[in-house]
Antibody
Framework: QVQMQESGPGLLRPSETLSLTCTVS??????????WAWIRQPPGKGLEWIGT??????YNNPSLKSRVTTSVDTSMNQFSLKLSSVTAADTAVYYCARLFMDYYYYYMDVWGKGTTVIVSS | SSELTQDPAVSVALGQTVRITCQGD??????ASWYQQKPGQAPVLVIYDKDNRPSGIPDRFSGSRSGNTASLTITGAQAEDEADYYCNSRDSSGNPYVIFGGGTKLAVL
């Protein structure tokens, strides 16, 4: 059974770069079937897609595009997120998830437990 | 990018049927998936593709689509179904972007 776990600093200062890693266990991140995604949820608010990675192909939320960098480390079975120039608006629970993408439907069937990131001076 | 609209809150009497809706242009072309999220927990996929349930999801959960509206129906709602529900689909632009609805808080009375 595939499991996913986010890790990274929980507290950042404004203008710093958020760096998170998602470790995948019980399955290979090199699977040709799945993509890998980052989603976040600000306190008391809904889910927001951040970006998706599949090998070297990346797709990012246009509203965050210029600040987001994602990468995959197949040797460690991990993928990572970097979000630059953070502000208080980036305070959220950050989730990683396994994403299935078909032409007609997208779904995330495995999620990490989430990690809380707070941006505060 | 496109948007998905959900009612902020819905309530249902215990054992009754409730429909949670999700509206958006993308749903004319693409199917919605649905997630259940309880407080302090990660979302859980409950419906994907047209009307498929992952293993372990009760069959009281079902999905449907009509025009630009997708629906999640819970037939015989249980107390444990009280949660936030989110829909998602592919962005209507055709780009491989993921979009989410704003979520519906379901109260089981």
């Amino acid at each position: 059974q595939v499991q996913m776990q986010e890790s990274g600093p929980g507290l950042l200062r404004p203008s710093e770069t958020l760096s998170l890693t998602c470790t995948v266990s019980g399955g290979s991140i090199s699977s040709s079937t799945y993509y890998w995604a980052w989603i976040r949820q600000p306190p008391g608010k809904g889910l927001e897609w951040i970006g998706t990675i599949y090998y070297s192909d990346t797709y990012n939320n246009p509203s965050l595009k210029s600040r987001v960098t994602t990468s995959v480390d197949t040797s460690m079975n991990q993928f990572s997120l970097k979000l630059s120039s953070v502000t208080a608006a980036d305070t959220a629970v950050y989730y990683c998830a396994r994403l299935f993408m078909d032409y007609y439907y997208y779904y995330m069937d495995v999620w990490g437990k989430g990690t809380t990131v707070i941006v505060s001076s | 990018s496109s948007e998905l609209t959900q009612d902020p809150a819905v309530s249902v009497a215990l054992g009754q049927t409730v429909r949670i809706t999700c509206q958006g242009d993308s749903l004319r072309s693409y199917y919605a998936s649905w997630y259940q999220q309880k407080p302090g927990q990660a979302p859980v996929l409950v419906i994907y593709d047209k009307d498929n349930r992952p293993s372990g999801i009760p069959d009281r959960f079902s999905g449907s689509r009509s025009g630009n509206t997708a629906s999640l129906t819970i037939t015989g709602a249980q107390a444990e179904d009280e949660a936030d529900y989110y829909c998602n689909s592919r962005d209507s632009s055709g780009n491989p972007y993921v979009i989410f609805g704003g979520g519906t808080k379901l109260a089981v009375l």
